[in-house]
């Protein structure tokens, strides 16, 4: 089964909030992650980089981001 991680993420001019996770059916969603970072876009490849190496290399699952 292909999973689903989303990202959302608020935009202000002196920080980013990225939260990560994982909708489910019936239960809670899995949060993976909540951060805030200094508005620079190598901070949001950085979590997603870091996400992906939380969740494990493989192809099972897919990252859709949104603002």
């Given amino acids: 089964m292909n999973r ?5 993420i ?5 920080n980013y909030t990225l939260c990560a996770l994982e909708p489910v059916i019936g239960a809670e969603d899995r949060v993976f992650a909540n951060i ?3 508005p620079d876009y190598k ?3 950085m979590f997603i980089q870091n996400l992906k190496c939380k969740l494990g290399m493989s192809n099972d699952y897919s990252i ?3 603002y």
């Fill in 36 to 38: 805030q970072v200094t």
């Fill in 4 to 8: 689903i991680i989303k990202i959302g």
């Fill in 10 to 14: 608020d935009v202000h001019s002196t």
């Fill in 64 to 66: 859709e981001c949104g």
């Fill in 43 to 45: 901070n949001i490849l």
